[in-house]
């Protein structure tokens, strides 16, 4: 279906195509097999696929935000703690991670480590902008991010897409205010 496509791909008749299973239903001419490229769980079994470190569980993918296409956002933990998780999933000369890259034609990948604690997390998944301070607020799922004024497009991203899938991954909503706006609110 059009809504499992990657929008920039294009398939005719007779391609060849990779994908995630995500239903098989029972129709009067022979199965249907819903195929999907743009899901989250087929970028998950890629890196089980290419990266030993997943597949034999020492890596755990924690979550996975896509703008299927255009980029994603892969949160991982080590349970070891002699394994990097993000080296791992690179691999030499970034090996691996291009495999999966090349997979999706070019969409982007963010590699951020998981961390139990929702701040750590935050600035982990909004990396690279530099983080001034985060305020959380646990019951609404909230964090306010205060950044430096020079770092507030490199938070947000292009189309606010960084915020989106860090948002997103995270499973919290996330505003993104500058030190300067910042002072203006909370100075007067």
Same mark, same amino acid.
């Given at each position: 279906?059009?809504?499992?496509?990657?929008? %920039?791909?294009? #398939?005719?008749?007779?391609?060849?195509?990779?994908?995630?299973?995500?239903?098989?239903?029972?129709?009067? &001419?022979?199965?249907? =097999?819903?195929?999907? &490229? +743009?899901?989250?769980?087929?970028?998950?079994?890629?890196?089980?696929?290419? *990266?030993?470190?997943?597949?034999?569980?020492?890596?755990?993918?924690?979550?996975?935000? &896509?703008?299927?296409?255009?980029?994603?956002?892969?949160?991982? #933990? +080590?349970?070891?703690?002699? @394994?990097?998780?993000?080296?791992?999933?690179?691999?030499?000369?970034?090996?691996?991670?291009?495999?999966?890259?090349?997979?999706?034609?070019?969409?982007?990948?963010?590699?951020? *480590?998981?961390?139990?604690? =929702?701040? %750590?997390?935050? *600035?982990?998944?909004?990396?690279?902008? &530099? !983080? +001034? +301070? !985060? %305020?959380?607020?646990?019951?609404?799922?909230?964090?306010?991010? @205060? *950044?430096?004024?020079?770092?507030? #497009?490199?938070?947000?991203?292009?189309?606010?897409?960084?915020?989106?899938?860090?948002?997103?991954?995270?499973?919290?909503? !996330?505003?993104?205010? %500058?030190?300067?706006? #910042?002072?203006? =609110?909370?100075?007067?």
């Amino acid at each position: 279906p059009q809504d499992e496509q990657i929008p %920039t791909e294009h #398939y005719k008749r007779g391609d060849r195509v990779d994908g995630y299973i995500i239903d098989v239903k029972k129709e009067g &001419r022979g199965p249907q =097999i819903i195929l999907s &490229r +743009s899901h989250p769980a087929y970028m998950e079994a890629l890196f089980k696929r290419e *990266v030993p470190e997943v597949s034999d569980g020492t890596i755990k993918i924690m979550g996975i935000a &896509r703008d299927p296409g255009v980029r994603a956002k892969v949160a991982l #933990y +080590s349970k070891d703690r002699d @394994v990097d998780p993000i080296g791992a999933c690179v691999g030499v000369r970034g090996s691996r991670i291009n495999k999966i890259i090349q997979e999706f034609k070019g969409e982007k990948i963010d590699l951020v *480590v998981w961390s139990p604690n =929702i701040t %750590t997390y935050a *600035v982990n998944a909004l990396a690279p902008a &530099r !983080i +001034s +301070s !985060i %305020t959380v607020d646990e019951d609404e799922k909230n964090l306010e991010v @205060v *950044v430096p004024d020079n770092q507030y #497009y490199l938070a947000v991203g292009k189309r606010g897409q960084n915020v989106k899938l860090a948002s997103k991954l995270l499973g919290w909503n !996330i505003d993104i205010i %500058t030190e300067s706006r #910042y002072g203006e =609110i909370y100075q007067n």
